[in-house]
């Protein structure tokens, strides 16, 4: 046909300039989203912390990374913290900066947001622990688990269809924080022997993530010890 040749080299040059464009906006998403990180120091602990957190006990956090932070520690004090890693402030606060406490009312800290020296996306290996034993039944009796039904086009941190990964209301483990930000609520459920009227099965629930571009959907499974 006659032209095909031309209209074949516009077309190349027009996705090329469009896949240019989406990279440039990547990337300008990518400086933004990891631009900073925030540093947290425990100043309190009224008794003792069943995680095992002391006094003095430093972090770096951001809205995915919970660095070995107990999670309802971290789900606790996520809300504002995703305030300071996007670049906002507190109304009651001219400066990133905020005070914070565990649900349990036991643990104090103070959160600072720092910018690093060049944008990245922090992640730390969370190490499980072991909290049977410690005097919380629901956790003496069950296991919960995470498993990934499906990603929308690519998590950013890493969750995969299949996935599957043990957690609970004190251990993130291997869970994105605005993941587990979203599921605490439910992981309580179960683990207090509840269970979410519209579920066919009681030891299941089904959510999704926060993220409406990379959408993790994703079921929580009880199983007995």
Known sequence: MP??????????????????EVDDYLEKI???????????TITDINGTCPYGHTAGDTFTLTNMNSNNMCGSLYQAIHPNLVTLHYGGLLPWSGEPVFSGICAEGRVKVEVKRRELPKPTALRTENTFRDMTGKGFSGIDTYRVYLETVSVANKCTWGHCEGQRVELDCFNVGKVCGFLYWELYQYLNVLLSGGSMAWEADPDSIHGCCPDPFNQVTYRLIREKR
Do not use: P
Request: glycine share 6%; charged share 35%; hydrophobic share 20%.
């Open 3 to 20: 032209g095909t040749g031309h209209d074949d080299n516009f077309m190349n040059n027009l996705n090329e300039q469009n896949m240019e």
């Open 30 to 40: 990518r400086r933004e989203a990891y631009r900073y990180c925030e540093d947290v």
